[in-house]
Nanobody
Framework: QVQPVESGGGLVRPGDSLTLTCTASGRAFASTVMAWFRQVPGKEREFGASIDWSGVYTNYGDSMKGRVIISRDNDKGTVYLHMHTILPEDTALYYC??????????????????????WGQGTQVIVSS
């Protein structure tokens, strides 16, 4: 089982760039699809991006597509969410999630919370001028 821990959140200004880091423990990391979701109070947790274990195949949710890039370093056990041109509506708690090792799916499946087995505690991003 892979256990994610997020870091890198904070207070940023509109238009800034920010990189969130997910550090994942567990030997199965290199065989696990990883993803970033975000959530604001009173709303559903929203799919941001996912990356397969090779790092080659990525998927993005509509709300962040074109403004974020997901990447991973299997040697370091890390997944990154590089955010640019940050908007006030990007204010949210950002979660890193790990799927069951060797589990794959199509976009409809990997964009759902249920696809993921373990979650971090989240890192808060606040966008304010």
């Amino acid at each position: 089982q892979v256990q994610p821990v997020e870091s890198g959140g904070g207070l940023v200004r509109p238009g800034d760039s920010l990189t969130l880091t997910c550090t994942a423990s567990g030997r199965a990391f290199a065989s696990t699809v990883m993803a970033w979701f975000r959530q604001v109070p009173g709303k559903e947790r929203e799919f941001g991006a996912s990356i397969d274990w090779s790092g080659v195949y990525t998927n993005y949710g509509d709300s962040m597509k074109g403004r974020v890039i997901i990447s991973r370093d299997n040697d370091k056990g890390t997944v990154y969410l590089h955010m640019h041109t940050i908007l006030p509506e990007d204010t949210a708690l950002y979660y890193c999630a790990a799927a069951r090792p060797h589990h794959i799916g199509d976009y409809d499946e990997i964009s759902r919370r249920e696809f993921y087995e373990t979650w971090g505690q989240g890192t808060q991003v606040i966008v304010s001028s």
